[in-house]
């Protein structure tokens, strides 16, 4: 049998290699679309930290709010089983988020211990009328009476104008 004689020193061809790294780089970045995401950090009360955080353990009532381009505001309530509808509709063919806010002061004296809100608004609700409902229902209106509650490490009654600051999408996937 014959050796074969190899050669250890040999030429690799990198040129290939370095043209698809000077097309894909400049691809990748160009279709990599930046965005910015900026937080608005609005803190609550410890007190009212507390409830939300035992609220999300033991939820005995949930808050529901549908909103609707052609009906208005529905408030559902769900408590033990219980269900209880809040309407608000349309004035003057545009969402009512003063009449939102005072209903909401309304379920807030029933379930002061209740922060957290369940959001659904359909597709046709444009952005800044999400906003609006977000801040409609987050801060009693000034001239109305805050409301009390219990704090549970103190015992102490907290008088608070929050209504509802947690707010959580119920329809992220869609209705």
Same mark, same amino acid.
């Given at each position: 049998?014959? @050796?074969?004689k190899s050669?250890?020193?040999?030429?690799? #061809?990198? &040129?290939?290699?370095?043209?698809?790294?000077?097309?894909?780089?400049?691809? $990748? $970045?160009?279709?990599?679309a930046? =965005?910015?995401? %900026?937080?608005? *950090?609005?803190?609550?009360?410890? /007190?009212? @930290? *507390?409830?939300? #955080?035992?609220?999300?353990?033991?939820? %005995?009532?949930?808050? #529901?709010?549908? =909103?609707?381009?052609?009906?208005? +505001?529905? $408030?559902?309530?769900?408590? #033990?089983?219980? %269900?209880?509808?809040?309407?608000?509709?349309?004035?003057?063919?545009?969402?009512?988020?003063?009449?939102?806010?005072?209903? @909401?002061?309304?379920?807030? !004296?029933?379930? @002061?211990? /209740? +922060?957290? $809100? *369940?959001?659904?608004?359909?597709?046709? /609700?444009?952005?800044?009328?999400?906003?609006?409902?977000?801040?409609?229902? !987050? %801060?009693?209106p000034?001239?109305? *009476?805050?409301?009390?509650?219990?704090?549970?490490?103190?015992?102490?009654?907290?008088?608070?104008?929050?209504?509802?600051?947690?707010?959580?999408? &119920?329809? =992220?996937?869609?209705?």
């Open positions: 049998m014959r @050796a074969r050669d250890p020193t040999f030429d690799l #061809n990198l &040129a290939p290699v370095l043209d698809i790294m000077v097309t894909v780089i400049p691809m $990748l $970045l160009l279709s990599v930046f =965005v910015q995401i %900026r937080m608005i *950090e609005t803190p609550v009360p410890q /007190v009212v @930290a *507390e409830k939300i #955080n035992s609220q999300d353990q033991h939820p %005995r009532v949930s808050v #529901n709010l549908k =909103v609707s381009k052609q009906d208005g +505001f529905q $408030l559902t309530v769900f408590d #033990n089983g219980q %269900r209880k509808d809040f309407k608000v509709g349309l004035k003057q063919g545009q969402l009512d988020f003063d009449g939102l806010t005072n209903v @909401a002061a309304q379920v807030k !004296r029933q379930y @002061a211990d /209740v +922060f957290k $809100l *369940e959001l659904a608004p359909t597709q046709t /609700v444009v952005f800044d009328d999400i906003v609006k409902t977000m801040d409609s229902v !987050r %801060r009693m000034a001239n109305v *009476e805050k409301v009390t509650i219990t704090d549970t490490k103190t015992g102490q009654k907290v008088q608070t104008d929050l209504l509802f600051p947690d707010v959580v999408f &119920a329809n =992220v996937v869609g209705d």
